[in-house]
């Protein structure tokens, strides 16, 4: 076997570590930002910073929101739960809600959508 060579498809204990510090930061700056109910929600809205941007890009390619559904219910794209299904179904929704961004503004347009989903999620609203 090669030096250095993963025996294993586990990720190195580096980037376990470095994950978990910072979901640790991302839920303190949430109780400082947002208060301590916060610090419940931080879980399910760092897992959204996974899945938003990915829905919001469907915008960004000029697809429609009945080609995003369909290409989320291929083979390898299902939620993993009914609770992820509906998460991901009012992503979906908010990426498809107001002006869509034009091939220009589209980084800053997914930023500050991205911003706004988060900031909505940490204080309750979402």
């Given at each position: 076997?090669?030096?250095?060579?993963?025996?294993?498809?586990?990720?190195?204990?580096?980037?376990?570590?470095?994950?978990?510090?910072?979901?640790?930061?991302?839920?303190?700056?949430?109780?400082?930002?947002?208060?301590?109910?916060?610090?419940?929600?931080?879980?399910?809205?760092?897992?959204?910073?996974y899945t938003l941007p990915v829905l919001l890009l469907y915008r960004v390619d000029s697809q429609t929101r009945s080609q995003a559904e369909l290409d989320l219910k291929r083979p390898g794209?299902?939620?993993?739960?009914?609770?992820?299904?509906?998460?991901?179904?009012?992503?979906?929704?908010?990426?498809?809600?107001?002006?869509?961004?034009?091939?220009?503004?589209?980084?800053?347009?997914?930023?500050?959508?991205?911003?706004?989903?988060?900031?909505?999620?940490?204080?309750?609203?979402?």
């Amino acid at each position: 076997m090669e030096q250095g060579a993963e025996t294993n498809s586990s990720p190195p204990r580096d980037e376990v570590a470095i994950k978990a510090q910072a979901a640790a930061e991302f839920a303190q700056c949430a109780t400082v930002v947002f208060g301590p109910a916060a610090t419940a929600r931080a879980a399910a809205c760092e897992a959204d910073l996974y899945t938003l941007p990915v829905l919001l890009l469907y915008r960004v390619d000029s697809q429609t929101r009945s080609q995003a559904e369909l290409d989320l219910k291929r083979p390898g794209n299902e939620d993993s739960s009914p609770a992820a299904a509906r998460r991901t179904a009012n992503m979906l929704a908010f990426a498809y809600q107001g002006r869509g961004p034009t091939s220009e503004t589209a980084s800053a347009w997914i930023e500050k959508r991205t911003d706004e989903w988060t900031s909505a999620c940490l204080s309750g609203q979402r």
